[in-house]
């Protein structure tokens, strides 16, 4: 019975891949949110699906961290075959902002880098290590970061990608912490990948205008990137499907690598 943990798993692709590994019986799935009662979609699908397991936890606090795992133990015998870090803090006032913009905004930029860092980059490297015993003792033994194509050091330069940067540099970071990950634990067998998940439409509401034409300035900038792209981004499903492909075929031979959905360095 293979068992997954999810983190984020509330909304958008967290949400779609407790779906989609929780539809079949035979995964054991494990979904961690930050906030239990209000996790109104998942609580649904549990309830329909016996196989699926909530456990409240923050990435960015260890303590509620190790109690989740605790737990999970109890389920699994004390075995973990994927982690998925999933959860991530996106950030979009800095969207439309390049560096050069924060002068004069100095504080406002050191608490957009320190908390993207915290969340985006620590995060995952605490859940990785609170869930590390459980994965040892798995059967398939892999732990994947949910990473961007904003991270992406060639598309950034190749088309101009100024905005986000404090995602974006995040997310380089936690590639790089995989890959010292990857580098740690190669040895035991244990495969570690981070996978960009595409564009993907996870808007709750539709966003302001603001954000709109930010959005807009940036699919013209993927367009010009891959000009064969039709410009539209991917449903959480159509992503979680590709991703998991990509989880399923991913070897040793991979460990520490950075690739797309699509299990190359196309992000589009
Ligand atoms: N959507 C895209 O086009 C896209 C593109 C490239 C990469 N990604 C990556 O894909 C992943 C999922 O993206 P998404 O669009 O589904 O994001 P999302 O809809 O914004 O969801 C983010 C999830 O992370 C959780 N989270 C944030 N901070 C957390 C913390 N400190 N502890 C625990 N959970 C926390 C959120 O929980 P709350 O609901 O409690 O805030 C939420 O469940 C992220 O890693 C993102 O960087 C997405």
Redesign the pocket.
Same mark, same amino acid.
């Given at each position: 019975m293979p068992s997954y943990v999810i983190?984020?798993?509330?909304? &958008?692709?967290?949400?779609?891949f407790v779906q989609n590994l929780g539809a079949d019986s035979r995964n054991q799935v494990f979904a961690?949110?930050?906030?239990k009662p &209000?996790?109104t979609a998942l609580l649904e699908f549990q309830s329909t699906h016996p196989n699926v397991h909530v456990y409240q936890?923050?990435?960015?606090?260890v303590k509620s961290l190790k109690l989740a795992a605790e737990g999970m133990a109890k389920v699994t015998g004390g075995t973990l075959d994927v982690l998925i870090?999933?959860?991530?803090?996106?950030e979009e006032s800095s969207m439309a902002s390049n560096l050069t913009n924060y002068d004069g905004k100095e504080d406002v930029l050191e608490k957009l880098l320190a908390e993207s860092f915290?969340?985006?980059t620590i995060?995952p490297i605490h859940t990785s290590n609170v869930f590390l015993p459980l994965i040892r003792k798995g059967d398939l033994k892999k732990i994947i970061?949910?990473?961007? &194509?904003?991270a992406d050091l060639k598309a950034t330069l190749s088309v101009e990608i100024d905005g986000s940067a404090p995602?974006s540099i995040s997310?380089a970071a936690a590639n790089m912490a995989f890959a010292k990950y990857a580098a740690a634990v190669k040895k035991e067998g244990i495969v570690v990948l981070s996978i960009?998940? &595409?564009?993907?439409?996870?808007?709750?509401s539709i966003p302001p205008p603001e954000v709109l034409a930010e959005f807009a300035k940036m699919i013209a900038k993927f367009k010009t990137l891959a000009p064969e792209w039709d410009g539209q981004?991917i449903t959480?499903e159509q992503?979680v499907e590709m991703v998991l492909k990509v989880i399923q075929d991913a070897t040793l031979d991979q460990t520490g690598g950075f690739v797309s959905h699509h299990g190359n360095q196309e992000w589009l």
């Amino acid at each position: 019975m293979p068992s997954y943990v999810i983190t984020g798993a509330n909304r &958008g692709i967290g949400l779609a891949f407790v779906q989609n590994l929780g539809a079949d019986s035979r995964n054991q799935v494990f979904a961690v949110v930050r906030n239990k009662p &209000g996790a109104t979609a998942l609580l649904e699908f549990q309830s329909t699906h016996p196989n699926v397991h909530v456990y409240q936890a923050d990435i960015i606090d260890v303590k509620s961290l190790k109690l989740a795992a605790e737990g999970m133990a109890k389920v699994t015998g004390g075995t973990l075959d994927v982690l998925i870090n999933n959860a991530a803090l996106i950030e979009e006032s800095s969207m439309a902002s390049n560096l050069t913009n924060y002068d004069g905004k100095e504080d406002v930029l050191e608490k957009l880098l320190a908390e993207s860092f915290h969340v985006n980059t620590i995060g995952p490297i605490h859940t990785s290590n609170v869930f590390l015993p459980l994965i040892r003792k798995g059967d398939l033994k892999k732990i994947i970061l949910i990473s961007t &194509g904003l991270a992406d050091l060639k598309a950034t330069l190749s088309v101009e990608i100024d905005g986000s940067a404090p995602y974006s540099i995040s997310k380089a970071a936690a590639n790089m912490a995989f890959a010292k990950y990857a580098a740690a634990v190669k040895k035991e067998g244990i495969v570690v990948l981070s996978i960009s998940p &595409g564009l993907v439409n996870t808007q709750q509401s539709i966003p302001p205008p603001e954000v709109l034409a930010e959005f807009a300035k940036m699919i013209a900038k993927f367009k010009t990137l891959a000009p064969e792209w039709d410009g539209q981004p991917i449903t959480p499903e159509q992503s979680v499907e590709m991703v998991l492909k990509v989880i399923q075929d991913a070897t040793l031979d991979q460990t520490g690598g950075f690739v797309s959905h699509h299990g190359n360095q196309e992000w589009l």
